[in-house]
């Protein structure tokens, strides 16, 4: 079994499940509720390069922008960082929730401790069904 709502409009989807047999009482109802989750995150370029960097000495942040283009709030519930590579301060964070057409920073930065080719990924987990979402990050220690 199962239900489709009728549309993607935030409200209570209601319908009422019949079964017909041969007990007393026949048919029998099953009332039914679903309500819509419907964020849907967009990230305004999921890949950022940050070029050479001195090793030892931080990159000025770099911006994401991080939209929910749904009809019902994108809660984050996570945001994490690999490689040489950390999220500033004065933007998104691990609990944010954004409404319908909100939107948020994600600001990144790259501290190279040694020379050579860094990779990384901040990795933004959230309420969606394609969670997590990724944004790869590259960089190079000079």
């Not at 017909?20 to 099953?30: L, R």
């Not at 989750?37 to 030892?56: C, D, H, V």
């Not at 994600?106 to 959230?126: A, E, H, L, M, Y």
Request: aromatic letters at 4%.
């Amino acid at each position: 079994m199962s239900f489709t709502a009728d549309s993607n409009v935030t409200k209570i989807h209601a319908a009422n499940l019949l079964i017909t047999n041969n007990a007393v009482g026949s048919p029998q109802t099953v009332p039914m509720s679903a309500s819509v989750i419907n964020p849907q995150p967009y990230l305004s370029t999921n890949y950022l390069n940050f070029g050479n960097q001195k090793t030892g000495t931080t990159s000025a942040a770099k911006k994401v922008t991080l939209t929910n283009l749904g009809t019902t709030p994108l809660t984050l519930s996570g945001m994490s960082v690999t490689g040489n590579f950390a999220i500033a301060s004065g933007g998104c964070t691990s609990s944010t929730t954004l409404a319908p057409g909100g939107n948020c920073a994600i600001n990144v930065t790259f501290t190279p401790t040694t020379r050579g080719q860094k990779s990384g990924s901040v990795k933004i987990t959230d309420n969606t069904r394609n969670s997590p979402q990724y944004i790869s990050l590259s960089g190079n220690g000079d």
